[in-house]
């Protein structure tokens, strides 16, 4: 049954001119003839806890995206089992002025990782680029794969050593291709390659019987994942996981079944 309709529904980062979120939630919105717009908002991390106040002042819902992740969630007055073992939110919702927080990215790595290993992820070895909102998420999916092991990188080390501490028996690796040597799976959760066609480890040093997976989304992929594909790599950019955080968020909202199929094709995701 559907949920009385928020004020507003917001996807709030900085940047946010490139997110493809606003083009799928409004083709779901269409297609379920719910009476809204979703808009992203360009928000500083000065502005967070102030514009934060005032969305949920309208009952407003909606994501959160980079940088916001991690410090959306201090902001929450309860987190469900998902945002508060990632320590970050992507989904928010108000009810009687209380801010919630959820983590649909964890649901969404774990069926873009099904889909691209087309199994479920088993004695996998992860390289995980990146320690920041979106690489919390990877690492409370792969962290419950049996017979895994991780290994992170992250250009900013105090980062990627909090992280693996908060975590536990996750290895740090002081350089990327120290990460990747002997993985079985790549996960790109840093940001590189969201605005330019810059790589986050050189594809090259990959073995060639791992995985990719970038979670930088962009319409016709990400120069990383064409690179990776031209060296014989089986690899995803982040569309998949993109769809799937997101029908969980508006399951999450508003308590209805998203046009998956609509949501897909207004991001170019066929089959
Ligand atoms: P998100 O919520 O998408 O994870 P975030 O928490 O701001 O956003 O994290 C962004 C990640 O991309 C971080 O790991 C960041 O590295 P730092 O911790 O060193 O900032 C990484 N990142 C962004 N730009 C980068 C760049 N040019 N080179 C390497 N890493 C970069």
């Not at 970050?88 to 990782?113: K, P, Q, Y």
């Not at 479920?120 to 998420?137: C, E, N, S």
């Not at 319409?219 to 950019?237: C, Q």
């Amino acid at each position: 049954m559907i949920r009385p309709l928020p004020g507003r529904l917001v996807l709030i980062g900085d940047p946010v001119t490139h997110s493809l979120s606003p083009r799928f939630q409004n083709a779901a919105l269409r297609s379920a003839a719910i009476p809204l717009q979703y808009e992203a908002i360009k928000v500083s991390a000065a502005d967070l806890a102030s514009v934060v106040a005032d969305l949920a002042a309208v009952s407003a819902t909606g994501n959160i995206t980079i940088p916001h992740k991690v410090s959306f969630a201090a902001l929450c007055r309860t987190l469900t089992g998902a945002a508060e073992i990632a320590g970050a939110v992507n989904t928010f919702w108000v009810e009687n002025g209380v801010l919630h927080g959820d983590n649909t990215d964890v649901e969404g790595f774990n069926f873009a990782v099904e889909r691209l290993l087309g199994s479920t992820p088993i004695r996998q070895t992860v390289a995980l680029l990146g320690a920041g909102g979106a690489a919390a998420a990877v690492l409370s999916a792969a962290n419950q794969w049996q017979e895994t092991s991780i290994t992170i990188w992250n250009r900013t080390r105090e980062k990627s050593v909090a992280v693996a501490e908060r975590f536990g028996g996750v290895r740090v690796a002081a350089v990327s291709e120290q990460a990747v040597k002997d993985a079985t799976l790549v996960v790109n959760a840093t940001s590189i390659g969201m605005t330019d066609d810059s790589f986050p480890v050189d594809p090259a040093l990959i073995p060639e019987t791992a995985s990719v997976l970038d979670i930088v989304c962009r319409i016709g992929g990400t120069a990383w994942v064409r690179a990776a594909r031209g060296r014989g790599l089986n690899a995803s950019d982040g569309r998949e996981m993109l769809i799937a955080q997101g029908a969980a968020s508006f399951r999450r909202w508003f308590g209805l079944e998203p046009d998956v199929a609509a949501m897909r094709g207004a991001i170019g995701l066929t089959g």
